[in-house]
Antibody, heavy 119, light 107 residues
Framework: QVHLVQSGAEVKNPGASVKVSCKAS????????VHWVRQAPGQRLEWMGW????????RYSQRFQDRVTLSRDTSATTAYMELSSLRSEDTAVYYC????????????WGQGTMVTVSS | DIQMTQSPSTLSASVGDRVTITCRAS??????LAWYQQKPGKAPNLLIY???SLESGVPSRFSGSGSGTEFTLTISSLQPDDFATYYC?????????FGQGTKVEIK
């Protein structure tokens, strides 16, 4: 069965960085792009960027271009999202999601990681 | 960025009702639109892609239509499991963007 399992909740101070992991199982993880989407409390979903696990190529939303880094491990089974210079507005649930076979939609999602930014 | 606007924001309906949700894009996105269902505390679940293609495993009471700037998601006969929030997503132009959501509540 196809799964994406994310790391646990984080609490960070303003100005700090956070790194969230997303481990794939049940499919050839190097074959499918992984996207990151966040959702602030009561807000709409917001796409942040994608990484191709095989090549390491990335594409970021301009909104996060200067603060987000997507990466993956050498086995391409785990993807990471690092967000720097955190502010209170970054408090949100962060999701990784598997792309549906080149269709730019997301057919498998991780369970979400709550990131709270508070002093 | 392409703005996605859903209507209504909240919808009250009964089991067995036919429900229609509209999603409008601020510019043409051809057929590059998806619909997701999200329940409280859970990740979204893909229902429809490419405007009208039903995702595998999704009940046939869900259907999508539209092209250009106006799209609809229809639930032909609302079931208890369908009470949730629905989001549209465009993937024609970066950055991919989502609608604000439509919450389907029990009447």
């Amino acid at each position: 069965q196809v799964h994406l399992v994310q790391s646990g909740a984080e609490v960070k101070n303003p100005g700090a960085s956070v790194k969230v992991s997303c481990k794939a199982s049940g499919y050839i993880s190097s074959s499918y792009t992984v996207h990151w989407v966040r959702q602030a409390p009561g807000q709409r979903l917001e796409w942040m960027g994608w990484i191709n696990p095989a090549s390491g190529n990335t594409r970021y939303s301009q909104r996060f271009q200067d603060r987000v880094t997507l990466s993956r491990d050498t086995s391409a089974t785990t993807a990471y999202m690092e967000l720097s210079s955190l502010r209170s507005e970054d408090t949100a649930v962060y999701y990784c999601a598997k792309e549906k076979a080149g269709l730019w939609t997301f057919d498998i999602w991780g369970q979400g990681t709550m990131v709270t930014v508070s002093s | 960025d392409i703005q996605m606007t859903q209507s209504p924001s909240t919808l009250s309906a009964s089991v067995g009702d036919r429900v229609t949700i509209t999603c409008r894009a601020s510019q043409s996105i051809s057929v590059w639109l998806a619909w997701y269902q999200q329940k409280p505390g859970k990740a979204p679940n893909l229902l429809i892609y490419k405007a009208s293609s039903l995702e595998s495993g999704v009940p046939s009471r869900f259907s999508g239509s539209g092209s250009g700037t106006e799209f609809t998601l229809t639930i032909s006969s609302l079931q208890p499991d369908d009470f949730a929030t629905y989001y549209c997503q465009q993937y024609n132009t970066y950055p991919w963007t989502f609608g604000q959501g439509t919450k389907v509540e029990i009447k």
